[in-house]
């Protein structure tokens, strides 16, 4: 058996309380409390815990006995065979067959108890409830337990051994003793409840009989949180069960209550269940639902039920959820006055069952803990209350736990501590914990450990120390103000909302949105409108009407490749099914329009800009030119382009389109030299990328179109085989430099050291390129520079902190990564968004380190929030509303829309980031 550990520390402890039985002392320093060292500025609620961590004092090893001991006997039985507890400057830790106490500063062995137990093990010892001076051991083998110890707090002397439950005593004429099945420190007085329902007290080493309970047979038996009524449940006796009150510390009893009475619309065999932290809190459990009950602890009145939903039952938000709450009801957290704090599947609940009435629900399933396992499944427990009001709960997710502190009266999150990687193995499952002035206690959860580390279960126990039990002490908080970029979690910071095109509230279809900038202006369409902005300011400058009195919309823009000083939209008119068949030159400055053009016959197809020269192209494949208000013939395609025109990076004087041909079965790619429109090569997508599949088509990337991509197979169907192929072409002959693939789809690759084909072609439709022909991609997990050319990772940057700690709703977790340049290349622009919120991050292009990020003030995103198009400016960057995005996320789904103003367009200014990046890339 492995042995006693200890961590010994420097930092000197002044204690106040302490959990600690037997004689007691230090009852004022109890009575005051403690107050926790709380930082300044409360923590998020999301994303890593980033302060400090808690400071390890003591820690017992696990023993090889005990873990052996968890196969054997009931998992009550084994944890009550390792435990702690502190008393003035002791700690007092045991485990199997060893008792030992240790400094609290400086984690020195101070004594260990020379306790023969006889091949035996610890059963049971006390619970204080104050600092102590002795302790009482029941000890014995397997599940019998029937000898007691007393042991002294301060040099572990064994004061006394006592087999008097072994042979028995008389009370009130019956035969009392047998093995322990509880034991309880009342009044600082330890007590324990043997397997006959007598209640015996220690009385200087001896167990004296001093009352009997009414059965001999309770599931649970526990004194509420007042301390002054032990409540049990009984087993069935003859198809009746009922619930007994005691009055502390007579044991006098005070009401009994039947099963029917607290559930009566209950007909199924009765199995009460009493909440350990709060007695008073009754459940049932029947094939469909659970009930839940709660009486008054001096009466036994019923004072409130609820059996709502079903089993299976969507729970609505707002609604207390009593199956997750019945779930964890071991770890239900009662308060004085009956209300009692309870685990959620979002975090934790204070619920009133008299009012049915939700007192404050804490949303705490965006904490991000370290976890080695993909889909990890974070569990929060409350587990104690501190002298000065804080709710402590524990967090754990079988791989990392740590520590939170949440006002009891409010809900408010105000402290995090994470338990050190060093110290944490052995309680990162669900652990135990019991609180002391200036520290807490953390146990090992033996059944839920052996249910995820067993032999037959799923996950392979972590290397390394592991530890039953663990000593530890809040850490002095730091206060020292945040001077750099936060690159993991959550971040306080807003960019500043200038403005922009707001939804009518009477809007009902779409308004087709878009935005461009001229340099100087920022120009947004939405519907007929075109609006002038000042990139600066925000500014809106000037609006102009292009409905010509009837029903019209802007069905195109000419995205300037450069500073201009007019622009040029495509107009349909007549009603939503109209062709694209006007021309409007606009002055950006003022909005005076300076060309209105209608085509006699045909339409307009596409609007292509080349050195601020717009060209226009029709669907009779010609190019023109608008000149002196007249279309002047250019240049002829020599097949219509399926989406447009795109660059080549690299060679801006080459563009490229791609048509079908076959009905889809081959692709041709074509590419012009502009400004003639000249054909310079073609070919095809089956010859550059070795196979087309008419289902999938292919992609010329946006961000450079020289990049081409496609897939071969059908991803509708569930297990069938999809494989990608990206491929690079010369962009002097059209023939392929080099490519990847082709690849077998992964949904689930991860790694960001290699460049995952099935997130990069996610990205090409608004792509973004460099010069040099390197790509931004994105990743399940992350971003990515990338050079097709040299099939080389420029940089690699994890976001998946970032996002997964964004604010976001139950419906799902979906974010989306949009990837824009800003500055002629020299950074990257990331917008985020998951349908409620919308972050932005700014991105050295060059290093790949985050040089800022900012959240979009909530009162400015709504119609923004749904993968909105960004389109970045001198300064800033606008958002367009996606109609394709809200649809999906809002009227397929049952998600409500926000009541704040929606915007068709928003636009917002980038504050320059103070300080430097930390933390990982």
């Not at 109209?578 to 016959?601: E, H, K, W």
């Not at 789809?745 to 022909?773: K, P």
């Not at 985050?850 to 800033?876: C, D, E, H, M, Y």
């Amino acid at each position: 058996m492995r042995r006693l550990a200890a961590v010994a520390v420097t930092m000197v402890l002044a204690l106040t309380a302490c959990t600690g039985s037997g004689g007691s002392d230090g009852e004022d320093e109890q009575k005051k409390g403690p107050s926790l060292p709380l930082p300044d500025r409360a923590p998020s609620a999301r994303g890593p815990a980033t302060g400090p961590a808690l400071d390890p004092k003591v820690l017992l090893a696990a023993s090889d006995d005990l873990e052996e001991l968890a196969g054997t006997l009931d998992t009550a039985q084994v944890e009550r065979r390792s435990g702690a507890f502190i008393t003035g400057r002791t700690v007092v830790g045991y485990s199997v067959d060893n008792i030992s106490g240790y400094d609290l500063g400086s984690g020195d062995l101070l004594w260990t108890a020379e306790l023969d137990l006889g091949g035996g093990t610890v059963c049971f010892v006390s619970r204080p409830d104050r600092a102590v001076k002795t302790f009482t051991v029941a000890y014995g083998d397997g599940g019998y337990c029937p000898e007691l110890a007393t042991i002294r707090v301060s040099d572990g002397t064994v004061l006394k051994v006592s087999d008097k439950l072994t042979t028995g005593a008389e009370f009130e004429g019956e035969s009392l003793g047998g093995t322990v099945n509880h034991l309880f420190t009342v009044g600082g007085k330890d007590h324990l409840v043997d397997q006959r329902g007598g209640v015996w007290k220690m009385v200087k080493g001896e167990p004296e009989p001093v009352a009997r309970l009414q059965g001999d047979s309770y599931y649970d038996l526990h004194p509420t949180p007042e301390g002054d009524v032990l409540i049990g449940a009984r087993g069935s006796d003859r198809g009746r069960c009922r619930v007994d009150g005691y009055a502390l510390p007579s044991f006098k009893p005070l009401w009994t209550q039947e099963s029917k009475t607290l559930f009566p619309e209950v007909r199924e065999d009765c199995v009460v269940s009493a909440a350990p932290g709060n007695p008073a809190w009754l459940v049932q459990e029947t094939s469909d639902r659970y009930y839940m009950a709660q009486v008054d602890p001096m009466t036994g009145t019923l004072v409130g039920q609820d059996n709502r939903p079903k089993m299976g039952d969507k729970v609505a938000e707002g609604q207390f959820e009593l199956a997750s709450a019945a779930n964890q009801f071991d770890q239900a957290l009662g308060l004085p006055g009956g209300d009692t704090v309870f685990a959620q599947v979002r975090g934790l609940t204070r619920y009133s069952l008299k009012d049915q009435k939700i007192v404050w629900d804490l949303d705490l399933s965006q904490l991000e803990l370290e976890s080695d396992d993909e889909f990890a499944l974070t569990t929060v427990l409350p587990q104690g209350v501190t002298a000065d009001g804080h709710l402590v709960a524990t967090v754990s997710n079988e791989t990392a736990v740590e520590i939170v502190a949440i006002e009891v009266d409010t809900g408010k999150l105000v402290a995090r501590w994470a338990v050190p990687p060093e110290y944490r193995n052995g309680f990162q499952v669900e652990p135990g914990m019991t609180l002391f002035g200036d520290g807490l206690v953390l146990t090992r959860n033996f059944e839920e450990w052996e249910f995820t580390f067993g032999p037959a279960h799923r996950r392979q126990a972590p290397d390394g120390d592991r530890y039953d039990i663990g000593v530890f002490t809040f850490p002095e908080p730091d206060n020292s103000p945040a001077s750099a970029v936060p690159t993991a979690g959550p971040v306080d910071t807003e960019v500043e909302a200038l403005g922009g095109v707001q939804t009518p509230a009477d809007a009902a279809a779409s308004r087709d949105p878009e935005a461009f900038t001229t340099g100087k202006q920022v120009i947004a369409s939405s519907n007929q409108q075109v609006t002038g902005f000042d990139a600066a300011s925000g500014k809106s400058l000037w609006t102009l009407d292009l409905g010509d009195g009837g029903a019209s919309r802007v069905c195109a823009g000419s995205e300037p490749d450069r500073a201009v000083k007019t622009f040029t939209v495509a107009v349909a008119t007549g009603g939503p099914k109209a062709p694209c068949n006007t021309l409007v030159r606009v002055q950006s400055s003022n909005g005076t329009v300076l060309d209105r053009v209608t085509l006699p016959i045909g339409k307009i197809v596409d609007l292509f800009v080349h050195e601020a020269v717009v060209y226009v192209v029709t669907d009779d494949l010609a190019v023109s030119r608008l000149v002196d208000g007249a279309l002047v013939p250019h240049g002829r395609l020599q097949r219509q382009p399926y989406a447009g025109l795109e660059r080549a990076k690299g060679d801006p004087a080459l563009a490229i389109g791609m048509t079908s041909l076959k009905g889809g079965r081959d692709w041709s790619i074509d590419a012009y030299r502009l400004p003639s429109f000249e054909p310079v090569w073609s070919t095809r997508a089956s010859k550059v990328l070795g196979a087309v599949d008419r289902k999938n088509g292919i992609d010329l990337w946006h961000g450079n179109a020289l990049w081409v991509s496609g897939s071969v197979g059908d991803a509708s169907v569930q297990g069938k085989t999809v494989k990608d192929t990206m491929s690079l072409l010369d962009p002097a002959t059209g023939q392929v430099v080099v490519s990847t693939g082709p690849v077998k789809r992964d949904y689930l690759a991860d790694d960001l050291a290699q460049m995952s084909l099935t997130g990069a072609i996610t990205g090409a439709y608004d792509s973004v390129g460099f010069d040099n022909g390197d790509m931004m991609l994105p990743q399940r997990s992350g971003i990515m520079r990338y050079s097709l050319a040299e099939q080389k990772i420029r940089w690699s940057l994890d976001t998946k902190s970032i996002m997964d700690s964004m604010e976001r709703d139950r419906k799902g977790s979906f974010t989306n990564q949009e990837i824009d340049l800003l500055d002629g290349g020299k950074t990257v622009l990331v917008t985020f968004s998951n349908y409620v919120s919308v972050e932005a991050m700014t991105v050295d292009a060059s290093t790949g380190k985050i040089t800022g990020r900012w959240n979009v003030p909530k009162a400015s995103r709504n119609g923004l929030q749904a993968s909105p198009k960004t389109v970045p400016f001198p300064g800033g960057f606008a958002l367009v509303h996606s109609e394709y995005s809200w649809d999906y996320g809002f009227a397929q789904s049952d998600r409500a829309v926000p009541p704040e103003q929606r915007y068709d367009v928003g636009l917002f200014a980038l504050p320059k980031a103070k300080g430097k990046a930390k933390g990982k890339d």
